[in-house]
């Protein structure tokens, strides 16, 4: 477990005597101290990763079943149909999609929106769509766009305007520049179905008593 900083955490990523090891053939995840690790660690340590390298450029639709690392640019839409995390350090034009997973924007993602069905972190840039996650919304970075979910919570490097709809617990820290409107999600309204009455058919032959009059 590394637990250097600076240029002598750079050496231990590398090896003891500052030399590049390696690459490793079984691309197996390597530990990290956490308190070391950005957002976009924290979400992919301990499973296997996509990785899209910085200068590559894709075009078209992409979909993944493990955790994605973006340092490139993609146009078109990325969506998981599983519990991966998408961490987008590029650039990416258009909708970011996982089920149960998270999504951390510390690079730009510009004219889509976002479905995640755990929590989203914006670091960096997210331009003119729209964000829903089932679990928390943390922004300190720039936003332009409607927010929604349970906890959203405004850092204080933020800057950005549009619609925060939470459900649960908003805040926005001192020294935010926002222009928002704000308002609370009415909790789902669940239809019960009640079972129709049934009417009672009495099919008892008459009483002889009675149908002799």
């Known amino acids: 477990m590394f637990k250097k900083w ?8 590398s090896g003891n005597n500052g030399k590049q090891q390696p690459a490793n053939p079984e691309n197996t995840a390597v530990e990290v101290n956490d308190s ?23 075009i078209g639709n992409i979909n993944v079943t493990c955790d994605l690392e973006l340092s490139g640019d993609v146009e078109g839409d990325i969506i998981s ?24 924007i ?13 929590n989203v972190t914006i670091s960096g ?16 970075g720039e936003f332009e766009g409607r927010l929604e979910g349970n906890e959203i919570e405004i850092g204080s490097n933020a800057a950005g305007r549009g619609e925060l709809l939470y459900r649960e617990y ?7 520049k926002v222009d928002v409107q704000i308002s609370k999600a009415q ?17 008892a032959p008459p ?3 009675t149908s002799k009059a």
């Open 6 to 13: 600076g240029s002598e955490m750079e050496n231990a990523r």
């Open 36 to 58: 070391v690790k950005t957002a976009a660690e924290k979400i992919t340590v301990g499973k296997k990763i996509n990785t899209i390298l910085k200068g590559s450029k894709l």
């Open 81 to 104: 149909e599983k519990n991966s995390n998408i961490a987008i350090k590029g650039t990416c034009k258009g909708n970011i999609e996982t089920r149960e997973g998270n999504v951390d």
């Open 106 to 118: 510390d690079g730009v993602l510009q004219g889509g929106d976002i479905t995640a069905g755990n």
């Open 125 to 140: 840039k997210f331009s003119g769509g729209e964000v829903r996650a089932k679990g928390r919304i943390y922004v300190n």
């Open 170 to 176: 908003i805040s926005i820290a001192k020294g935010a």
């Open 187 to 203: 909790q789902e309204l669940k239809v019960i179905k009640t079972p129709q009455e049934q009417k009672v058919v009495d099919m």
């Open 207 to 209: 009483d002889k008593a």
